[in-house]
């Protein structure tokens, strides 16, 4: 199977597009429900440590699967043909069909976006276990992406396994090697917690959140430690350059907090891509290179 997707690269597009597509509308499920999953957890959490009774009307059955997808506004359940990755969206007008009420252009764009970077994915790999990983970690970083766009939130249910899938894949030789995954894991870690100790020590505010340290870590477990540094100045570089755009387009002021995973997200991927090619051109520009 693998061998005939390697030789008809037409036959590995189109299966890589349509998976990507039926992904992204998974991903659009785990974006919207996970962080009320989690805000379920902590309210159950906080009312049994202070041993407050929850009313029967509290009790969450959230999940990924359950209840079925339905119209936030009339609760109309979605049928399957209405649930087609962006050709639903486009022949039922971005509309819902019971209420007319407007559909976020979101999660079209969200299924779009992850079927192109998974097809993207082809130019580096073949059909492989390289290739399944690269795929993992994409779909990982999207969520994470959008989630702490939401939230300002990077849920350990995704940066943790995310960590441990990076050196899964170096045992299996199918990324970076295992002793270049625990070294990434821990200078990705170490870097960003010192980073934010010395912040701290200096202002006394937090300058970023525990999820932003696992998410550079679970990056360092893939790419290996030779990529940490290029990551940290790609997100430093894209965070400021976004950051001040938002500020000058939306007159925030420069104390509301602006989330930092997506930029180490972005970083993280465009080093999965062309982290070689841009370290080659530092390394020649710069006058290092032999």
């Not at 192109?116 to 993992?136: H, K």
């Not at 969520?143 to 050196?167: A, E, F, K, R, Y």
């Not at 917690?193 to 477990?221: C, N, P």
């Not at 950051?243 to 002021?253: D, F, S």
């Amino acid at each position: 199977m693998l061998d005939a997707l390697n030789q008809n690269l037409w036959l590995l597009y189109s299966c890589l597009f349509s998976l990507g597509l039926v992904v992204g509308s998974f991903l659009n499920v785990v974006i919207y429900r996970l962080p009320a999953m989690m805000e379920s957890r902590w309210r159950k959490d906080c009312c049994e440590l202070l041993e407050i009774k929850r009313k029967a009307s509290e009790e969450s059955t959230f999940t990924l699967s359950q209840p079925n997808s339905h119209c936030p506004n009339c609760k109309a359940a979605i049928k399957p043909w209405q649930n087609i990755p962006v050709l639903s969206y486009l022949f039922l007008g971005g509309k819902c069909s019971n209420c007319a009420v407007g559909i976020s252009v979101r999660y079209p764009i969200v299924e779009l976006v992850t079927a192109l970077m998974t097809l993207a994915l082809a130019s580096q790999y073949n059909a492989s276990w390289a290739l399944l990983g690269a795929m993992l970690f994409t779909w990982s970083l999207i969520t994470l992406t959008m989630i702490d766009i939401d939230h300002q939130l990077l849920p350990d249910d995704i940066t943790l396994p995310l960590l441990w899938l990076g050196l899964v894949f170096s045992l299996l030789e199918a990324t970076v090697s295992l002793q270049d995954a625990v070294l990434g894991a821990m200078l990705g870690y170490l870097s960003l917690w010192s980073v934010y100790w010395l912040f701290k020590l200096l202002t006394g505010k937090e300058g970023m959140g525990y999820g932003d340290f696992k998410l550079l870590a679970a990056l360092g477990a893939w790419l290996g430690w030779q990529a940490v540094p290029l990551v940290i100045l790609l997100s430093s570089l894209v965070g400021a350059v976004c950051g001040i755009g938002i500020m000058l387009a939306t007159r925030r002021g420069k104390d509301v907090p602006i989330p930092f995973g997506p930029y180490l997200a972005m970083a993280g991927w465009i080093a999965l891509m062309w982290g070689d090619t841009l370290m080659s051109y530092y390394m020649g520009v710069s006058g290092m290179q032999p």
